[in-house]
Protein backbone atom coordinates (compact mmCIF):
# COMPACT_ATOMS: atom_id res chain seq x y z
CA UNK A 1 0.00 0.00 0.00
CA UNK A 2 1.24 3.43 -0.68
CA UNK A 3 1.82 5.95 1.96
CA UNK A 4 -0.43 9.02 2.04
CA UNK A 5 2.72 11.21 2.82
CA UNK A 6 4.08 9.59 -0.95
CA UNK A 7 0.97 10.30 -2.59
CA UNK A 8 1.04 14.10 -1.50
CA UNK A 9 4.51 14.79 -2.40
CA UNK A 10 3.72 13.26 -5.64
CA UNK A 11 0.60 15.29 -6.26
CA UNK A 12 2.59 18.16 -5.62
CA UNK A 13 5.81 17.19 -7.09
CA UNK A 14 3.27 17.03 -10.40
CA UNK A 15 1.88 20.78 -9.85
CA UNK A 16 5.75 22.23 -9.67
CA UNK A 17 6.84 20.53 -12.44
CA UNK A 18 4.26 22.12 -14.37
CA UNK A 19 4.84 25.73 -13.05
CA UNK A 20 8.69 25.46 -13.25
CA UNK A 21 8.51 23.31 -16.70
CA UNK A 22 6.55 26.42 -18.39
CA UNK A 23 8.97 28.96 -16.01
CA UNK A 24 11.90 27.99 -16.87
CA UNK A 25 12.10 28.64 -20.49
CA UNK A 26 10.94 32.10 -19.92
CA UNK A 27 13.46 32.96 -17.59
CA UNK A 28 16.54 31.72 -20.14
CA UNK A 29 14.76 33.18 -22.98
CA UNK A 30 14.35 36.95 -21.29
CA UNK A 31 18.05 36.63 -19.00
CA UNK A 32 15.97 36.48 -15.66
CA UNK A 33 18.74 34.39 -13.71
CA UNK A 34 20.02 37.32 -11.98
CA UNK A 35 16.49 38.00 -10.91
CA UNK A 36 15.32 34.98 -10.06
CA UNK A 37 18.62 34.45 -7.75
CA UNK A 38 17.58 37.70 -5.71
CA UNK A 39 14.33 37.41 -5.87
CA UNK A 40 14.30 33.54 -4.29
CA UNK A 41 16.74 34.89 -1.46
CA UNK A 42 13.86 37.60 -0.79
CA UNK A 43 11.34 34.61 0.34
CA UNK A 44 14.04 33.70 2.87
CA UNK A 45 13.73 37.51 4.58
CA UNK A 46 9.94 36.79 3.85
CA UNK A 47 9.46 33.34 5.52
CA UNK A 48 11.74 34.36 8.17
CA UNK A 49 9.96 37.47 8.97
CA UNK A 50 6.52 35.15 8.86
CA UNK A 51 8.41 33.10 11.63
CA UNK A 52 8.98 36.37 13.66
CA UNK A 53 5.08 36.72 13.33
CA UNK A 54 4.03 33.82 13.80
CA UNK A 55 5.59 33.06 16.68
CA UNK A 56 4.65 36.25 18.53
CA UNK A 57 1.27 36.09 17.17
CA UNK A 58 0.99 32.26 17.35
CA UNK A 59 -0.34 31.68 13.77
CA UNK A 60 2.50 29.91 11.64
CA UNK A 61 0.00 29.89 8.65
CA UNK A 62 1.24 33.39 7.94
CA UNK A 63 4.58 32.15 6.95
CA UNK A 64 3.85 31.55 3.67
CA UNK A 65 1.71 34.82 3.10
CA UNK A 66 4.81 36.91 4.33
CA UNK A 67 6.86 35.05 1.92
CA UNK A 68 4.97 35.63 -0.78
CA UNK A 69 3.84 39.67 0.41
CA UNK A 70 7.92 40.65 0.04
CA UNK A 71 8.73 38.43 -3.13
CA UNK A 72 5.66 40.60 -4.72
CA UNK A 73 6.96 43.07 -3.04
CA UNK A 74 10.95 43.41 -3.81
CA UNK A 75 10.00 42.35 -7.50
CA UNK A 76 7.83 45.01 -7.88
CA UNK A 77 10.53 47.48 -6.33
CA UNK A 78 13.06 46.51 -9.07
CA UNK A 79 10.56 46.86 -11.73
CA UNK A 80 10.51 50.70 -10.29
CA UNK A 81 14.42 50.97 -10.15
CA UNK A 82 14.30 49.46 -13.91
CA UNK A 83 11.73 52.08 -15.01
CA UNK A 84 13.94 55.43 -13.52
CA UNK A 85 16.95 53.96 -15.48
CA UNK A 86 18.38 51.12 -13.91
CA UNK A 87 20.19 48.61 -15.85
CA UNK A 88 18.36 45.22 -14.96
CA UNK A 89 21.96 43.97 -13.67
CA UNK A 90 22.18 47.35 -11.26
CA UNK A 91 18.00 46.95 -10.04
CA UNK A 92 18.37 43.54 -9.34
CA UNK A 93 21.90 44.00 -6.93
CA UNK A 94 20.33 47.07 -5.20
CA UNK A 95 17.46 45.39 -4.33
CA UNK A 96 19.39 41.78 -3.23
CA UNK A 97 21.73 44.33 -1.31
CA UNK A 98 18.96 45.41 1.07
CA UNK A 99 17.28 42.08 1.29
CA UNK A 100 20.47 40.27 1.99
CA UNK A 101 21.00 42.81 5.21
CA UNK A 102 17.54 42.76 6.12
CA UNK A 103 18.13 38.95 6.30
CA UNK A 104 20.20 38.81 8.10
CA UNK A 105 18.75 41.39 10.76
CA UNK A 106 15.59 39.22 11.02
CA UNK A 107 18.02 35.95 11.77
CA UNK A 108 19.16 38.17 14.74
CA UNK A 109 15.42 39.09 15.68
CA UNK A 110 14.21 35.26 14.75
CA UNK A 111 16.80 33.91 17.46
CA UNK A 112 15.53 36.12 20.60
CA UNK A 113 12.17 35.38 19.68
CA UNK A 114 12.30 31.74 19.88
CA UNK A 115 14.37 31.68 22.60
CA UNK A 116 11.31 32.46 24.29
CA UNK A 117 9.41 30.33 23.32
CA UNK A 118 8.78 26.76 24.35
CA UNK A 119 8.20 24.98 21.31
CA UNK A 120 9.23 25.61 18.19
CA UNK A 121 8.08 23.37 15.27
CA UNK A 122 10.87 21.63 12.79
CA UNK A 123 8.27 21.64 10.31
CA UNK A 124 7.94 25.61 10.09
CA UNK A 125 11.62 25.81 11.25
CA UNK A 126 13.82 27.76 8.50
CA UNK A 127 15.64 25.03 7.24
CA UNK A 128 12.45 23.59 5.24
CA UNK A 129 13.04 27.20 3.07
CA UNK A 130 16.55 26.22 2.35
CA UNK A 131 16.58 22.19 2.06
CA UNK A 132 12.75 21.81 1.18
CA UNK A 133 10.41 19.06 3.34
CA UNK A 134 8.14 17.67 0.35
CA UNK A 135 7.35 14.54 2.17
CA UNK A 136 6.04 16.59 5.27
CA UNK A 137 3.30 18.38 3.17
CA UNK A 138 0.21 18.62 4.71
CA UNK A 139 -3.09 18.04 3.06
CA UNK A 140 -4.09 22.12 3.56
CA UNK A 141 -0.43 22.82 2.09
CA UNK A 142 -0.94 21.15 -1.26
CA UNK A 143 -4.56 22.24 -1.30
CA UNK A 144 -2.97 25.39 -1.05
CA UNK A 145 -0.06 24.49 -3.61
CA UNK A 146 -3.11 23.03 -6.26
CA UNK A 147 -5.51 26.08 -6.09
CA UNK A 148 -2.64 28.88 -6.53
CA UNK A 149 -0.76 26.85 -8.94
CA UNK A 150 -3.54 26.36 -10.77
CA UNK A 151 -4.43 29.82 -10.97
CA UNK A 152 -1.11 31.20 -12.06
CA UNK A 153 -0.97 28.17 -14.64
CA UNK A 154 -3.79 29.26 -16.22
CA UNK A 155 -2.71 32.97 -16.39
CA UNK A 156 0.68 32.25 -17.70
CA UNK A 157 -0.97 29.81 -20.10
CA UNK A 158 -2.86 33.15 -21.62
CA UNK A 159 -0.33 35.46 -21.83
CA UNK A 160 2.77 32.71 -23.07
CA UNK A 161 2.87 34.27 -26.09
CA UNK A 162 2.73 38.07 -24.75
CA UNK A 163 6.00 37.09 -22.98
CA UNK A 164 7.71 35.09 -25.77
CA UNK A 165 6.85 38.61 -27.63
CA UNK A 166 8.64 40.52 -25.35
CA UNK A 167 11.60 38.45 -24.29
CA UNK A 168 12.33 38.50 -28.58
CA UNK A 169 11.61 41.78 -29.74
CA UNK A 170 10.51 44.56 -27.00
CA UNK A 171 11.19 46.95 -29.17
CA UNK A 172 8.42 45.64 -31.75
CA UNK A 173 5.49 45.02 -29.02
CA UNK A 174 5.84 48.65 -28.43
CA UNK A 175 5.56 50.08 -32.04
CA UNK A 176 2.09 47.73 -32.09
CA UNK A 177 1.16 49.58 -28.66
CA UNK A 178 1.91 47.26 -26.45
CA UNK A 179 2.92 48.01 -22.80
CA UNK A 180 6.67 45.86 -22.45
CA UNK A 181 7.22 47.21 -18.68
CA UNK A 182 3.80 46.28 -17.65
CA UNK A 183 4.34 42.59 -19.21
CA UNK A 184 7.52 42.12 -17.46
CA UNK A 185 6.39 43.28 -14.29
CA UNK A 186 3.72 40.78 -14.35
CA UNK A 187 6.55 38.35 -15.20
CA UNK A 188 8.41 39.07 -12.37
CA UNK A 189 5.31 39.18 -9.70
CA UNK A 190 4.51 35.38 -11.23
CA UNK A 191 8.11 34.10 -10.85
CA UNK A 192 7.83 35.56 -7.47
CA UNK A 193 4.50 34.28 -6.42
CA UNK A 194 5.28 30.76 -8.16
CA UNK A 195 8.26 30.84 -5.89
CA UNK A 196 6.51 31.43 -2.55
CA UNK A 197 4.12 28.70 -3.18
CA UNK A 198 7.13 26.32 -4.02
CA UNK A 199 10.06 26.99 -2.06
CA UNK A 200 8.82 25.26 1.18
CA UNK A 201 8.19 21.55 -0.81
CA UNK A 202 11.48 22.07 -3.09
CA UNK A 203 13.43 24.39 -0.86
CA UNK A 204 15.20 28.00 -1.72
CA UNK A 205 18.90 26.44 -3.07
CA UNK A 206 17.26 23.11 -5.12
CA UNK A 207 14.52 26.74 -6.46
CA UNK A 208 17.15 28.12 -7.97
CA UNK A 209 18.56 24.65 -10.08
CA UNK A 210 15.04 24.11 -11.25
CA UNK A 211 13.99 27.44 -11.94
CA UNK A 212 17.02 27.99 -14.55
CA UNK A 213 18.77 24.69 -15.72
CA UNK A 214 15.36 22.72 -17.24
CA UNK A 215 14.79 25.74 -19.89
CA UNK A 216 18.69 26.07 -20.56
CA UNK A 217 19.18 22.08 -21.33
CA UNK A 218 16.32 22.55 -23.43
CA UNK A 219 17.24 25.83 -25.34
CA UNK A 220 20.64 23.17 -25.86
CA UNK A 221 19.02 20.46 -27.54
CA UNK A 222 16.32 22.40 -29.84
CA UNK A 223 15.40 26.13 -31.24
CA UNK A 224 12.11 25.46 -31.66
CA UNK A 225 9.57 26.78 -29.54
CA UNK A 226 7.38 24.12 -28.45
CA UNK A 227 9.83 21.91 -28.40
CA UNK A 228 11.72 23.65 -25.66
CA UNK A 229 8.18 23.66 -23.83
CA UNK A 230 7.91 20.06 -24.16
CA UNK A 231 11.52 18.73 -23.41
CA UNK A 232 11.53 21.61 -20.39
CA UNK A 233 7.69 20.35 -18.74
CA UNK A 234 9.07 16.97 -19.56
CA UNK A 235 12.56 17.06 -17.78
CA UNK A 236 11.12 18.85 -14.95
CA UNK A 237 8.76 16.65 -14.23
CA UNK A 238 10.75 13.44 -14.48
CA UNK A 239 13.60 14.64 -12.70
CA UNK A 240 10.95 15.46 -9.87
CA UNK A 241 8.88 12.30 -9.69
CA UNK A 242 12.39 10.41 -10.06
CA UNK A 243 13.81 12.47 -7.30
CA UNK A 244 10.93 11.85 -5.06
CA UNK A 245 11.14 7.89 -5.91
CA UNK A 246 14.78 7.22 -5.22
CA UNK A 247 14.36 9.80 -1.95
CA UNK A 248 12.07 7.45 -0.66
CA UNK A 249 13.63 4.14 -0.96
CA UNK A 250 17.31 5.96 -0.27
CA UNK A 251 16.13 8.51 2.76
CA UNK A 252 18.31 11.11 0.67
CA UNK A 253 16.60 14.15 0.45
CA UNK A 254 14.79 14.76 -3.26
CA UNK A 255 15.96 18.22 -3.47
CA UNK A 256 19.80 16.94 -3.29
CA UNK A 257 18.71 14.56 -6.06
CA UNK A 258 17.14 16.72 -8.34
CA UNK A 259 19.97 19.28 -7.83
CA UNK A 260 22.59 16.50 -9.15
CA UNK A 261 20.31 15.09 -11.75
CA UNK A 262 19.95 18.27 -13.28
CA UNK A 263 23.71 19.07 -13.29
CA UNK A 264 24.67 15.86 -14.58
CA UNK A 265 22.33 16.41 -17.45
CA UNK A 266 23.73 20.16 -18.00
CA UNK A 267 27.44 19.10 -17.31
CA UNK A 268 27.02 16.06 -20.14
CA UNK A 269 25.35 18.45 -22.50
CA UNK A 270 27.98 21.23 -22.17
CA UNK A 271 30.67 18.19 -22.77
CA UNK A 272 29.21 16.90 -25.94
CA UNK A 273 29.30 20.08 -27.15
Same mark, same amino acid.
Given at each position: ???????? &????????????????????????? #? @???ATFHSLLFGAVLGMILGLILGNLGMVMWAALIIT /??????????????????????? &?????????? @????????????????? +????????????? +???????????? /????????????????????? #??????????????????? @??? $???????????????????????????????????????????? #???????????? $?????? /????????????????? @?????
Open positions: MIPEYLIR &ALLASVMISVLLGLLSPLINMKGLA #F @LTH /IVVVLAIAELEKRGFSPDAAVGI &AASFVAGLTV @LAFGVLYKVMAEKPYFP +FSESIVSYLTGEV +FLITLNDLLTLV /IGGTLIFFLMLLLYRDFLYVS #FDPDGVESYGGNVRAYLML @LYV $MVGAIGALIVKTVGLITLQVIAVLPGAIAMMVSSNIRKILGVSL #FLTLGVELLSIL $MAYRTD /IPPSGIATIMLGVIYGA @LLFRR
